[in-house]
Antibody, heavy 113, light 107 residues
Framework: EVQLVQSGAEVKKPGESLKISCKGS????????IGWVRQMPGKGLEWMGI????????RYSPSFQGQVTISADKSISTAYLQWSSLKASDTAMYYC??????WGQGTLVTVSS | DIQMTQSPSSLSASVGDRVTITCQAS??????LNWYQQKPGKAPKLLIY???NLETGVPSRFSGSGSGTDFTFTISSLQPEDIATYYC?????????FGQGTKLEIK
């Protein structure tokens, strides 16, 4: 069974850094793109970017380029989404997805002073 | 950047009704279009891929059609469990964009 298991909810202050994770299992982790999707409270889905763990080829939505970093460690079948300096506007649910087929359960990130 | 215009933004229908949602791409995306269902507090679920292919296990009352720039998603006979928000998503050339979503309610 394919599973994407995301790290737990986070509460951070503005200016702090954060790295959330998405661990894949039940399939060849290096053979499928993994994307990250943001959903702000009460809002729609926004595609942030995508990574191919096989060679770490990464593409970003223009809206998120320079705002976040997507990476992957294929030795532990895990993809990451990280921020160097969080803002209150980063408060959202973040999902990882394997080429849209399978989704993680979501990680809620709350940024508040 | 390809833009997706989805309509309507909300829809109220009765059980048994035929429901249609449309999505228009700002440029030709061939058939590189998915449709997702999202229920409150849950991750999205893929229903239709490549514009018209039903994902395994998805009821046959769901269907999709279209190519190029204009796409349609249909529920042939609305059921109470179909209450959700539906999104289209294009995936042309490793650039992905979602439509704004359609919130479906029971009348």
């Amino acid at each position: 069974e394919v599973q994407l298991v995301q790290s737990g909810a986070e509460v951070k202050k503005p200016g702090e850094s954060l790295k959330i994770s998405c661990k894949g299992s039940g399939y060849s982790f290096t053979s499928y793109w993994i994307g990250w999707v943001r959903q702000m409270p009460g809002k729609g889905l926004e595609w942030m970017g995508i990574i191919y763990p096989g060679d770490s080829d990464t593409r970003y939505s223009p809206s998120f380029q320079g705002q976040v970093t997507i990476s992957a460690d294929k030795s532990i079948s895990t993809a990451y989404l990280q921020w160097s300096s969080l803002k209150a506007s980063d408060t959202a649910m973040y999902y990882c997805a394997r080429e849209g087929l399978d989704w993680g359960q979501g990680t809620l990130v709350t940024v508040s002073s | 950047d390809i833009q997706m215009t989805q309509s309507p933004s909300s829809l109220s229908a009765s059980v048994g009704d035929r429901v249609t949602i449309t999505c228009q791409a700002s440029q030709d995306i061939s058939n590189y279009l998915n449709w997702y269902q999202q229920k409150p507090g849950k991750a999205p679920k893929l229903l239709i891929y490549d514009a018209s292919n039903l994902e395994t296990g998805v009821p046959s009352r769901f269907s999709g059609s279209g190519s190029g720039t204009d796409f349609t998603f249909t529920i042939s006979s609305l059921q109470p469990e179909d209450i959700a928000t539906y999104y289209c998503q294009q995936y042309d050339n490793l650039s992905y964009t979602f439509g704004q979503g359609t919130k479906l309610e029971i009348k």
